[in-house]
């Protein structure tokens, strides 16, 4: 079965910094694009930073320059590292893998910015 597990999630200060992780299961790590979305309450789903299987990076505009994300596949992991935290920053932030015919979603973990 396929599974994408996120974690490192938590409380921060506005200013502050997490580290989210995704692991990935059951794919070929590297054929896969991976993302980062997130989601506020009431709010839309959207695409905060992506991955190619070449290495190739995106950013959201909103977190440009705070923001980066990362790949291993060796670990079949790909990270988010979120510098600079804005109280806007709050929402379940999910890892997303992109195949040529399938996709998948991770179950989200929690990040909360407080003021």
């Known amino acids: 079965q396929v599974q994408l597990v996120e974690s490192g999630g938590g409380l921060a200060q506005a200013g502050g910094s997490l580290r989210l992780s995704c692991v990935a299961s059951?794919?070929?790590?590297?054929?896969?694009?991976m993302a980062w979305y997130r989601q506020a309450p009431g709010k839309q789903r959207d695409m905060v930073a992506g991955i190619s299987r070449e290495g190739y990076t995106n950013y959201a505009d909103s977190v440009k320059g705070r923001f980066t994300i990362s790949r291993d596949n060796a670990k079949s992991t790909v990270d988010l590292q979120l510098n600079s935290l804005k109280p806007e920053d709050t929402a379940v932030y999910y890892c997303?893998?992109?195949?040529?015919?399938?996709?998948?979603w991770g179950q989200g973990t929690q990040v909360t910015v407080s003021s």
């Open positions: 059951g794919i070929t790590f590297s054929r896969y694009a």
């Open positions: 997303h893998g992109v195949g040529t015919f399938l996709n998948y």
